[in-house]
């Protein structure tokens, strides 16, 4: 198992490394989902996406080493980690991508660290110190300056409380399955949960989904629109989920979710170039900070 380097010569593991590009491709998403969403509704999205997701996390099982079953006791604990982690979360991640920006999607989504850091030290999976709890509090009073700033595209408003208040509410959720699927991951690998939990999940979106997916007129979405949603399932899901739950098992939950710190800042980014949502200077400044 790879352990975390510290120290003043300490390089980036493969494991670091892997959780960069997951903060990079989920940070691109942010703009992509938007753009998306203007053409496709937000159910009819997921259950487009992710049966894309499913197929991309199949490939990765059947080139991998034999997954191994799940013991008929810990199938009630993956179904409701599926539901909670890819149905309930994907469904409140999507409207409130829908209802707000993608700055502040992306922004307050990255509160997840937080919450995985106080919901594992609560299970007593984690013991932080000072430092870690310091980092946090930064951490948040970056984002509470990018979320409050000044910008003139993006930032807490009226029109979009809800969509935030939304977004809130998955960070929570996902913190929730992060650290609930812990003990699973060290007994059957990260990949195996990775998909179960992910199948699961697609199989629940795609049923809430259907109706929307129906009364959408599938051959007058743009080829852009196509090449969102499949940026967004192979990429953004299939292969940012094994990165996740792969930095999950190799170096736990609190020092993979900080990599999610990363997320906002290019999705800030690429937003403000693709989407002319601008940002002020104490949002730029929030966003150095995270």
Known sequence: MEKPKT???SRLTSTDLGLLVMAVIWGVNFPIIKACLDEIPPLAFNALRFPLASLAILLAVRTSHRVPKPEKRDWPRLIALGLVGNLVYQCVFIFGADFTFAGNASILLATTPAWTLALSTARGHE????????????????????????GRAIGIQAPTLAGDLLIVGAAITWSVYTVGSRGLIRKYGSLAVTA???WIGTAGLVIVGLPSTLAVPLGEISLEAWIGVAYSGILAIGLGY??????VQRI???RTAAFSNLTPVVALAVAWVWLAEVPGTFQLLGAAIV
């Not at 000072?130 to 409050?148: C, D, E, K, N, S």
């Not at 094994?242 to 930095?247: D, E, K």
């Open 252 to 254: 736990g939950n609190s």
């Open 242 to 247: 094994i990165l996740w739950y792969r930095g």
């Open 196 to 198: 179960w939990t992910l």
């Open 127 to 150: 013991k932080p110190g000072t430092q870690i709890w310091i980092g946090v509090m930064v951490t948040l009073a970056g984002m509470a300056l990018v979320v409050f700033g000044s």
């Open 7 to 9: 120290g003043p010569g």
